[in-house]
Antibody, heavy 119, light 107 residues
Framework: QVQLKESGPGLVQPSQTLSLTCTVS????????VHWVRQPPGKGLEWMGR???????SYNSALKSRLSISRDTSKNQVFLKMNSLQTDDTGTYYC?????????????WGQGVMVTVSS | DIQMTQSPSSMSVSLGDTVTITCRAS??????VNWFQQKPGKSPRRMIY???NLADGVPSRFSGSRSGSDYSLTISSLESEDVADYHC?????????FGAGTKLELK
C-alpha cells in the first residue's frame, strides 16, 4: 500500500540547516511527484516545494533562497534541506504525493515530523 | 499567488447539524480544489477532490460544491468524528495554496 514517512531531527538551532527525508513505498518516484508542506503550531498549511517524477523541482518563492529538494530513486527517498532556520520555521513538516498531471493530488500524506527551532 | 479565503475560521456546532464551509478563490481555479480534514496531531486527510468528488472511504454525508469562484464543503448530519479542522486547497496554478482553515468545535 502507499506510504510516505518523514524523518529528521526534532530540534534545530537557529541559523542552522534542517535536513528531512521522506521515504516512500507502494509507488514509484519516477511516476509521481512528491511535495513538502509545513504547518506552524496552531496555524494553516503552507506548500513548500515539490520533486517532480522527472527530477525537476519547484519551490515556494518565499522559501526558494533557503530551500533545496532532491531525491534518491534507488532508495525511494526525497530530501528537503532548508538553511538559515529561524524560530518561525518551527512546525510540522509533511511530505505528500501527487500524480504527474494533478491526478491524484495530495491523496496520501506522511505522518509528519515536528521540528522545533530553538537554542 | 492565488488566495483562498476560507470562512468561517471557527464554528460552534451540534451533533446532527448541517455544516457548510466555504472558500473563495481570488481567481479562476476551475475544478482544482480539494478539501482536507485534519484531527489534532494527525496528517490532513483528503475528503473531496476536484471540487465535488468524494475521496475513497469518505462518508456520504460529506459533499463538495462549486458556485463560480466559491467552493463549499458541506457535512450533513454532523457526527462526533467529524469535529476537526478543515482546509481547502487550490492546485490549478502554482504555487498550490491553502485556505486558512476552519475549526469545528462542539457546543
Amino acid at each position: 500500500q502507499v506510504q510516505l514517512k518523514e524523518s529528521g531531527p526534532g530540534l534545530v538551532q537557529p541559523s542552522q540547516t534542517l535536513s528531512l527525508t521522506c521515504t516512500v513505498s507502494g509507488f514509484s518516484l519516477t511516476s509521481y511527484n512528491v511535495h513538502w508542506v509545513r504547518q506552524p503550531p496552531g496555524k494553516g498549511l503552507e506548500w513548500m516545494g515539490r520533486m517532480r517524477y522527472n527530477g525537476d523541482t519547484s519551490y515556494n518563492s518565499a522559501l526558494k533562497s533557503r530551500l533545496s529538494i532532491s531525491r534518491d530513486t534507488s532508495k525511494n527517498q526525497v530530501f528537503l534541506k532548508m538553511n538559515s532556520l529561524q524560530t518561525d520555521d518551527t512546525g510540522t513538516y509533511y511530505c505528500t504525493r501527487a500524480g504527474r498531471w494533478t491526478i491524484p493530488f495530495f491523496d496520501y500524506w506522511g505522518q509528519g515530523v515536528m521540528v522545533t527551532v530553538s537554542s | 499567488d492565488i488566495q483562498m479565503t476560507q470562512s468561517p475560521s471557527s464554528m460552534s456546532v451540534s451533533l446532527g447539524d448541517t455544516v457548510t464551509i466555504t472558500c473563495r478563490a481570488s481567481q479562476d481555479v476551475g475544478i482544482y480544489v480539494n478539501w482536507f480534514q485534519q484531527k489534532p496531531g494527525k496528517s490532513p486527510r483528503r475528503m473531496i477532490y476536484r471540487a465535488t468528488n468524494l475521496a475513497d472511504g469518505v462518508p456520504s454525508r460529506f459533499s463538495g460544491s462549486r458556485s463560480g469562484s466559491d467552493y463549499s464543503l458541506t457535512i450533513s448530519s454532523l457526527e462526533s468524528e467529524d469535529v476537526a479542522d478543515y482546509h481547502c486547497l487550490q492546485y490549478d496554478e502554482y504555487p498550490p495554496t491553502f485556505g486558512a482553515g476552519t475549526k469545528l468545535e462542539l457546543k
